[in-house]
């Protein structure tokens, strides 16, 4: 069972393009994450979000957790070729159920 | 201080054969994980342990055991490998279960069963 879907599965844009990457929902999560996974590496989490509506920020990325806490987002502004890679948001229910994945390609 | 390493880095298995993958941490964490990361599915869940001596189903447990023998190491183990099994298996752990507790992973373990 798939609980988190992730859009849009791949991005390919230019450097200094803006992007959003979402993380949709029908459960609810205590708290979410989201992680970016270089090729042949691990996920590492980028950050955290708990509370319904909260918004982080993180230098160019910004992450959004929605009102009901079924969904979140992740913008980054002005990306650059070391953003690459693959994103990944996890809600956190007990467990952590991870979403589908974006693979995002910056583009020199 | 090594985080959390995982051995092999790579397998090839034949149909039926049997191995297992040994993750190791040396964080003193409580909490323990075993992922499965295949195309377009992200990472699901195979089993999970909250202490030395316990282990737990996850989302995608069957074909595979695992044992918590001491604190630091989780075994996942395959008793006859299936083609569906191939996949990157990733371990992970994290000290508790406090909101916004990190988890922490391993490099991964690439798995091809033929």
């Known amino acids: 069972t798939q609980l988190l879907e992730q859009s849009p599965q791949f991005l390919s844009i230019q450097e200094g393009e803006n992007l959003t990457v979402y993380c949709n929902s029908s459960?609810?999560?205590?708290?979410l994450q989201w992680y970016r996974q270089e090729p042949g590496e691990g996920p590492v989490l980028l950050v955290t979000?708990?509370?319904?509506?909260e918004v982080k920020k993180l230098k160019r990325l910004t992450f959004q957790f929605g009102d009901a806490r079924k969904d979140s987002s992740l913008h980054i502004t002005a990306a650059q070729p070391g953003d690459t890679g693959l994103y990944l948001c996890?809600?956190?229910?007990?467990?952590?159920?991870f979403g589908t994945g974006t693979s995002l390609t910056v583009i020199p | 201080n090594a985080g959390v390493t995982q051995t092999p880095k790579f397998r090839v298995l034949k149909t039926g054969q049997s191995m297992t993958l040994l993750c190791a941490q040396d964080?003193?964490?409580?909490?323990m994980y075993w992922y499965r990361q295949d195309p377009g599915m992200g990472l699901r869940l195979i089993h999970y342990?909250?202490?030395?001596?316990?282990?737990a189903k996850g989302e995608v447990p069957d074909g595979y055991n695992v044992s918590r023998l001491k604190k630091q190491n989780f075994l996942l183990g395959l008793e006859s490998a299936a083609p569906s099994q191939t996949s990157v298996y990733f371990c992970?752990?994290?000290?508790?279960?406090?909101?916004?507790?990190?988890?922490?992973f391993g490099p991964g373990t690439r798995l091809l069963v033929l």
């Open positions: 459960s609810v999560f205590s708290s």
């Open positions: 979000v708990v509370t319904g509506g």
């Open positions: 964080m003193n964490h409580e909490y």
């Open positions: 992970a752990s994290r000290h508790g279960q406090g909101i916004g507790e990190t988890q922490y």
């Open positions: 342990s909250v202490g030395e001596g316990t282990t």
């Open positions: 996890a809600g956190v229910y007990n467990q952590f159920y």
